[in-house]
């Protein structure tokens, strides 16, 4: 059973930054695995922030955190990151990893835009204060 675990989550002054961290369990991310962060927030809709395709380290991101928000895997330890610079109030939101095994990159597109994951964790806490 693929099991993902978040941490890192927090509440930070706007300006701030955290880190995120999900582990996994079961399912070896140096082979092709799609993996991707979400945040939802109250009364919202889940969106996705980033996305990563393990085996070549490639990443994606949503246009508003292009540039402040980093995704980054670490093989040794089954674990991805996400390093979440100049943080937003409206970057507040309940963020959880999906993970999701694949054959080529072109899929791990598809699943990010369809929300297309059989693996998800449930969430860590992001609260962005101003």
């Known amino acids: 059973q693929v099991l993902l675990k978040e941490s890192g989550g927090g509440s930070v002054q706007a300006g701030g930054s955290l880190r995120l961290s999900c582990t996994v369990v079961?399912?070896?991310?140096?082979?092709?695995?799609?993996m991707g962060w979400f945040r939802q927030a109250p009364g919202k809709g889940r969106e996705g922030v980033a996305r990563?395709?393990?085996?070549?380290?490639?990443?994606h991101y949503l246009d508003s955190v292009e540039g402040r928000f980093t995704i980054s895997r670490d093989i040794a330890k089954n674990t991805i990151y996400l390093q979440m610079n100049n943080l937003r109030p409206e970057d507040t939101g309940k963020y959880s990893c999906?993970?999701?095994?694949?054959?080529?990159?072109?899929?791990?597109?598809?699943?990010?835009?369809?929300?297309?994951?059989?693996?998800w964790g449930q969430g860590t806490q992001v609260t962005v204060f101003s």
């Open positions: 079961e399912l070896d991310i140096a082979s092709k695995v799609c």
């Open positions: 999906a993970a999701k095994a694949v054959s080529q990159i072109g899929q791990c597109a598809i699943a990010w835009s369809r929300q297309d994951f059989p693996n």
């Open positions: 990563i395709y393990t085996y070549t380290g490639s990443p």
